[in-house]
């Protein structure tokens, strides 16, 4: 609940205000909370101040209602009602709305509850409470707004943290309350049923201003009562009109439509956000021999969905593969396309394809998905040990190297066409990727905008790229992070058109005398002589700790191997801050952990490796699967 004291500073005093309010005001209001509006045309009065009177009327209905249409979310709305009525309408405002607010065709939760959503009144100057203390008592009443039987009433101290009503309300089957809101109609506070369902609203033992100085308005939905407005006055105040319960009306059904509108925004601002956020990696990988960072920003605040993604997808050998995407458009639709191409690619990744296979197959997918998909791609393959990168492209914009000593260069990649032309072949090409160099790669969302052609935006990024790097110097990398925000700075105001995503990797490498590889032929002897090379690789490297562990696995691992084999097996040692062995063969069937029974002889060397092991797991390869497993160094 928020309770929002209006400030009404340098007002006269409240004796002169009370006569002035008596007489008609001839003057013209301005905008909702600018001046009091005034009463409707009684007998005998002048036609021309009642044709004014309901000109003013009117006016400030007007700018009541825009004022509550301009809000997007629930908070805005029931703001702009309490400003557009305090002190224009009323003294003072309470809007209740259900606990919890059902959504579209949801079925509302019972029991029906109403909580206080907002309370705003007026704030009194020092003058105009030194005027309340000494008015007569038969004012005093102005006091029982807050149910605090004292002229300093927490109207008249809007610092108190007392409610001035309750915060919760049950609703109760057949109640008055009930039956008020059912009637959807404004009604008097003096009204038979209001009398009763006011104090079941706003609590017992709450007094109120006698009279036609309260009225009570049900907030009805498109579909149902979602809660209620009280309108209150003071004393020395002109009563409400008949009038008024129309104008009343009027507001409470404009605040509860507009409420409606933003609980289905905010539900599919919810779907949307939750939509982007699982079509996108949750967290990027770490894999052996680089560092990722990505960034992702959608194209608006009201287009939170978009084409874009990015994907590190680790492989066999070490290796990573790093995707970036572009699926045209941001909408739910392009969001849900962007998701089935990034499943696609990690299907095609899992199987060890080339490049240039992957860019094909997904090519194959968009054209079963329907003419229309189309997207632009960006698929690398990084080596740490080989310190090599292979990229294929699909119409996507080339990435940037940015080298160690600072200087930045866009690689050149066959441009290719994009996902979904099809009958177009798609090229690759392997290029060098040394230590401390960071590869950069986005969408076009980062360079190309209403203001720039995508090549100038290329040449302004890679120009940042390098200013960014020289504040380093020439022998330190930028840290990743800071150099992805530093990135994004190259967009200006209102620079953006398109949704943005952006993967940078800094290329580590494993050196290759951290490296050691072995072809063993499949035979009985392999497991012996693999424990025997594992060994003195274990003790060249000061890790002979590790041997009676490593020797056990590597062991197992083989003998697997070897069992199914008919070419040579493969058996490589990678040491960085883990120790990691890799076993291929020839073999496509992936090994599957299983339960022995007490009388079988094999079925436990996946048992001990999944016991003895940090990680372990198996990837079929195109030519077979490697089986590999990590053990912490201690290092």
Known sequence: MTEHPTSKEGRQPLAARAQERARPRLDGPGEAGQAPIAAPPRPGLDPGVGARREGDMLRFVGAATRRIARGMDLDEIVLGLCRATVPTFSDAILVYLRDPL?????????????????????????????????????????????????????????????????ELCEVRMGGSLGEVLRGVRPLFGDAPTAREALPELLGENRLLPSGHRVILAPLRGRRRVIGAAVFLRRPERAVFEPN?????????????????????????????????????????????????????????????????????????????????????????????????????????????????????????????????????????VYDPVAHRITIANAGHPPPILLHMGGHAEVLKVPPGAPIGVGGVDFEAVELDAPSGATLLLYTDGLVESRLRDVWTGIEQLRERLEATSRLTGPDHAPPLEALCDDVLDVLGPGDRDDDIALLAARFDGIAPSDVAYWFLEPEHAAPGRARRLARKA????????????????????????????????????????????????DSPQLPRQRRARDTDEGGRGLFLVNRLARRWGATRLSTGKVVWFEIPTGS
């Open 244 to 380: 008024d319960l129309l104008v009343a009306g009027q507001l409470a059904t404009h605040t509860a439509l507009g409420i409606d509108k933003a609980m289905l925004y905010g539900r599919e601002a919810y779907i949307a956000d939750e939509l982007q956020r699982t079509m996108l990696p949750e967290n990027l990988p770490q894999p052996t021999g680089v560092r990722l960072a990505s960034r992702y920003l959608p194209a608006a605040e009201t287009a939170r969905v978009g084409g874009d993604w990015y994907d590190a997808i680790p492989l066999p050998g070490s290796r990573v593969a790093l995707v970036v995407g572009d699926v045209m458009g941001h909408s739910m639709t392009s969001a849900a396309v962007m998701g089935q191409f990034r499943t696609t690619a990690q299907t095609l990744a899992g199987l060890d394809l080339p490049p240039q296979e992957v860019l094909h197959h997904l090519d194959e997918q968009a054209q079963r998905l329907g003419t229309d998909r189309m997207a632009t791609c960006m698929y690398v």
């Open 538 to 585: 274990l003790s060249r490297w000061g890790l002979d700790d590790l041997s009676d562990s490593v020797e056990l696995l590597i062991s197992e691992v083989v003998t697997n191997a070897v069992r199914y084999a008919e070419r040579p097996v493969t058996l490589r040692l990678l040491r960085t801050d883990v120790l990691r062995c890799e076993v291929g063969d």
């Open 102 to 166: 059902p959504v579209g065709d949801e079925r509302p939760v019972s029991p029906f509850v109403l909580r206080l959503r907002r309370t705003d009144r007026l704030r009194l100057s020092g003058e105009d409470v030194e005027t309340l203390n000494g008015i007569p008592p038969q004012l005093s009443d102005l006091a029982e707004l807050s149910g605090v039987p004292s002229t300093s009433s927490l109207l008249l101290d809007p610092g108190s943290d007392v409610l001035p009503a309750a």
